[in-house]
């Protein structure tokens, strides 16, 4: 718990040449900082999980661990440690070297949302991975420009131009909603594997732009038309929800143009649109880069 003849820190009371090692009052934050040790602190102990880099997974289980069991305070539920992000060729990051990527400078450019998309999706959470700006690039611009922003756009269009800009009163396509796999996206947040509950996600986006593919809604009237706007708008409804981890900003988007309020998993079951809700067509969600 000390180190001797270190020149800063607390000194200990029973021996002046000690001084507190750092990592115990840095430790015990994670308490003080959530009001320990009143009972309000128990409102978030013991921590469902407990994230931390793979170089200092020994302070954080081993130190922190016996600080919680010495006094008798339950310990985090999971320890899940976080890989490093290198550059490009797999070199890690190096201030002295110049080898460093500026994260703010890339959410500028880029926005916050794609930048986060983009790391959760392509590194296996918990793994080490390279980061590629070219790589930023193609994900941006096909999967949530190409994809998620132009089944949106195509959408809200649609029902501005056929229903006037409200939500058409129809029935949910049953072969579209078995697409959504959500106990597949749950398992997978789960057990942290946010790479593959992205990859689910988006399999259900483009299944949505193949619906409006195939059904080709221009060329329907009526109950036909209105099932399909109905389902399209339904759908993303579901979808803002389930990526609003991943994109908070972008589901904040979604739901001002299609008129709603942000909902949680509970409301992730088709049907649950009101028909009459007055959409309107926004911003565009993601705009490529060259």
Not at 64 to 74: E, K
Not at 99 to 117: G, H, Q, S
Not at 135 to 149: D, I, T, V
Not at 154 to 182: F, H, N, W
């Amino acid at each position: 718990m000390s180190r001797i003849n270190v020149p800063w820190g607390v000194k200990l009371p029973f021996d002046k040449k000690h001084t507190g090692y750092v990592w115990i009052p840095a430790l015990i934050n994670y308490l003080s900082g959530i009001g320990y040790p009143d009972n309000k602190f128990e409102k978030y102990w013991p921590a469902d999980i407990h994230l931390i880099g793979v170089d200092i997974v020994w302070h954080h289980s081993s130190i922190f661990w016996s600080i919680l069991s010495s006094a008798g305070i339950q310990l985090p539920k999971t320890v899940f440690v976080h890989g490093f992000i290198n550059t490009d060729t797999g070199e890690k990051m190096s201030k002295s070297k110049g080898t460093v990527i500026n994260p703010v400078e890339l959410a500028d450019r880029y926005t916050a949302d794609a930048l986060r998309y983009f790391l959760l999706r392509e590194i296996p959470f918990g793994q080490d991975g390279n980061f590629s700006e070219e790589a930023l690039k193609e994900r941006l611009n096909n999967e949530l420009a190409n994809g998620l922003g132009n089944l949106v756009n195509r959408t809200v269009v649609m029902i501005e131009k056929y229903c006037s800009g409200k939500i058409p009163e129809g029935k949910v396509d049953k072969a579209l909603q078995k697409k959504l796999a959500l106990e597949k996206i749950e398992k997978h947040m789960q057990e942290l594997e946010l790479h593959h509950a992205l990859a689910e996600i988006f399999s259900f986006v483009a299944a949505c732009n193949q619906f409006i593919n195939d059904k080709e809604p221009w060329k329907l009237k009526g109950e036909e038309l209105d099932n399909v706007l109905y389902s399209l708008a339904d759908s993303i409804r579901i979808i803002s929800i389930i990526l609003s981890p991943f994109t908070p900003a972008t589901s904040e988007k979604i739901n001002k143009q299609l008129g709603v309020k942000q909902g949680c998993l509970k409301d992730c079951k088709f049907g649950l649109l009101k028909p009459g809700t007055k959409a309107k067509k926004g911003e565009v969600l993601f705009r490529k880069m060259d």
